[in-house]
């Protein structure tokens, strides 16, 4: 059984058991998991739904992977520069994104 679930602007392809990197979500220090109610689709093997744009009453529970500040997982270093010809001028930026990690426990449909 499989899901695609939108969060934070991106969609991602999950099942029970992945543990996948979303976009940084404030939670609450005590909290353990999370709810991801926009469901885009549910494939349980012999039943396909696909919502418009969502589905109704669907929603996928996800672990934290570690709980409290240890959650949030840094990115690549990414340098972005700024360049203009012929002015003699560059800047270079630099940017880490963080994430939070988390383990998909179960795909309610």
């Known amino acids: 059984m499989y899901a695609i679930v939108e969060q934070g602007g991106k969609q991602y392809k999950v099942s029970q058991g992945d543990v996948i990197e979303i976009d940084l979500v404030d939670v609450a220090d ?4 999370i709810e991801i109610n926009k469901v885009l689709f549910v494939n349980n093997g012999s039943e ?3 919502g418009k ?3 109704d009453g669907a929603k996928v529970v996800a672990k934290l992977n570690i709980v409290g ?3 949030i997982v840094k ?3 990414l340098y ?3 360049f203009r010809r012929r002015k ?3 800047r270079r930026i630099g940017h880490r994104q963080k994430y939070t990690q988390v383990i998909i426990e179960k795909i309610e449909a």
């Open 48 to 50: 396909i739904k696909v």
């Open 75 to 77: 990115g690549p270093k």
């Open 53 to 55: 744009p969502y589905l």
């Open 88 to 90: 003699n001028s560059r």
């Open 69 to 71: 500040d240890d959650a």
């Open 80 to 82: 972005p520069a700024q």
């Open 30 to 33: 005590d909290a353990k998991s």
